[in-house]
């Protein structure tokens, strides 16, 4: 199975001020079609996650745009450019290219 | 709006069996690769199952392979997901997903929550 390692797994940022996530693969995504599936959920507390980007860059409807997903092959980013307080919770990535799909571990990203 | 409510879950002893069951709404059902995904209590999130629209192919994570059984009835909207064995370790909210196109899964239900415990 693919492994994913996100790193870090906490997080404590001012708001107003940047936050970044990586995710690393334990073996390139790029699909045989040429895709690459990387997504990316947030999870509130005692909610289901919500999808947030998918295919490493694109953000979902309704996402604000301070969010932003970027990278290739086996290393990705997840980028908050301005935390605001409804951006607490935990941050997975996904990969979709490859039965069965995996998860990452969760990075928890709080309010300082 | 696409729905997903999933049923089933409870307190049950280990090595016992339970049977859980998800009933899909707002889109077309038997288009779509379905998934189960769990989250243990405070712990991350798992893809232990998956299934495709015509029951073709299933998915299972090793952690559940050769005790857990995915299957769906399209003419009733519904996947299922026959745990069997249990295990302590296996107490989890299990989530109903729905796959989307882009390899990835966009819907979500709220959760079933399964304890095994005696």
């Known amino acids: 199975d693919v492994v994913l390692t996100q790193s870090p797994l906490s997080l404590s940022v001012t708001l107003g001020q940047p936050a970044s996530i990586s995710c690393r693969s334990s073996?390139?995504?790029?699909?045989?079609?040429?895709?690459?599936?990387l997504n990316w959920f947030h999870q509130r507390p005692g909610q289901s996650p919500r999808r947030l980007i998918y295919?490493?860059?694109n953000r979902d409807s309704g996402v604000p745009d301070r969010f932003s997903g970027s990278g290739s092959g086996s290393d990705f980013t997840l980028k908050i450019s301005r935390v605001e307080a409804e951006d607490v919770g935990l941050y997975y990535c996904l990969q979709g290219g490859h039965w069965p799909y995996t998860f990452g571990q969760g990075t928890k990203l709080e309010i300082k | 709006e696409v729905q997903l409510v999933e049923s089933g879950g409870g307190l049950v002893q280990p090595g016992r069996s339970v049977r859980l069951s998800c009933v899909a709404s707002?889109?077309?059902?038997?288009?779509?690769?379905m998934h189960w995904v769990r989250q243990a209590p405070g712990k991350g999130l798992e893809c232990v199952s998956s299934?495709?629209?015509?029951?073709?192919?299933?998915g299972y994570a090793d952690s559940v392979k050769g005790r857990f059984t995915i299957s769906r009835d399209n003419a009733k909207r519904s996947l299922y997901l026959q745990m069997s064995s249990l295990r302590t370790e296996d107490t989890a909210l299990y989530y109903c997903?729905?796959?989307?196109?882009?390899?990835?899964?966009?819907?979500w239900g709220q959760g079933t929550l399964v304890t095994v415990s005696s």
């Open positions: 073996q390139s995504l790029v699909h045989s079609d040429g895709n690459t599936y």
């Open positions: 299934i495709t629209p015509r029951s073709d192919t299933f």
């Open positions: 997903v729905k796959d989307a196109p882009n390899g990835s899964i966009d819907y």
């Open positions: 707002g889109f077309k059902f038997d288009d779509y690769v």
């Open positions: 295919k490493v860059s």
